[in-house]
T-cell receptor, first 114, second 115 residues
Framework: KQEVTQIPAALSVPEGENLVLNCSFT??????LQWFRQDPGKGLTSLLL?????REQTSGRLNASLDKSSGRSTLYIAASQPGDSATYLC?????????????FGGGTRLMVKP | SAVISQKPSRDICQRGTSLTIQCQVD?????MFWYRQQPGQSLTLIAT?????????ESGFVIDKFPISRPNLTFSTLTVSNMSPEDSSIYLC????????????FGPGTRLLVL
């Protein structure tokens, strides 16, 4: 059974700092990995999707990397802003899952202080 | 991308009653998913809803408790039946987008509180 872990569970940084969020998964037979952002009480916003054949994806100040063999992904946020404060979730879609099920990590709650 | 709307956005319900949540997508999709997010927890898949067939439920979820309808390729409903306080959660509808990248999109969620 796939298990996804995110470290740290919570993070507080001053504005302008570069930061890294970590995601690890136990079964490397994945189709893709997706990073989401969730604001309090809201739904999920897709940030980046990395296919299993890719090493990284970039969107603006965000860069996500994937090392499938070691079961790890990182989300790098450059020059953090207070508006980046949210919970960040990673989710993997396993090749062996029927029905395209995503397995989610517990999330990293990020606070960027002005 | 897919734009997903859900109704209601939130509700407060009494124990023992039922609530039906609606999910509308702006494009035709084959598979729709229903997730639950309990307070302080991550997301758990309840079931996959395919048009024209019975929904497929994940371990720990049963049709009598969470009946699902999928009448067409843009709409689905999830009913939370005979509610108890343990059902207080955010319920999210999700679809897989078109194209090779298969980004998964989520609705804004329905926040349910059961008293």
């Amino acid at each position: 059974k796939q298990e996804v872990t995110q470290i740290p569970a919570a993070l507080s940084v001053p504005e302008g700092e570069n930061l890294v969020l970590n995601c690890s998964f136990t079964d490397s037979a994945i189709y893709n990995l997706q990073w989401f952002r969730q604001d309090p009480g809201k739904g999920l916003t897709s940030l980046l999707l990395i296919q299993s054949s890719q090493r990284e994806q970039t969107s603006g100040r965000l860069n996500a990397s994937l090392d499938k063999s070691s079961g790890r992904s990182t989300l790098y946020i450059a020059a953090s802003q207070p508006g980046d404060s949210a919970t960040y979730l990673c989710a993997v879609k396993g090749i062996n899952n029927a029905g395209n099920m995503l397995t989610f990590g517990g999330g990293t709650r990020l606070m960027v202080k002005p | 991308s897919a734009v997903i709307s859900q109704k209601p956005s939130r509700d407060i319900c009494q124990r023992g009653t039922s609530l039906t949540i609606q999910c509308q997508v702006d494009s035709q999709v084959t598979m729709m998913f229903w997730y639950r997010q309990q307070p302080g927890q991550s997301l758990t898949l309840i079931a996959t809803a395919n048009q024209g067939s019975e929904a497929t439920y994940e371990s720990g979820f049963v049709i009598d408790k969470f009946p699902i309808s999928r009448p067409n390729l843009t709409f689905s409903t999830l009913t939370v039946s005979n509610m108890s306080p343990e059902d207080s959660s955010i319920y999210l509808c999700s679809v897989v987008g078109q194209g090779a990248r298969e980004t998964q999109y989520f609705g804004p969620g329905t926040r349910l509180l059961v008293l």
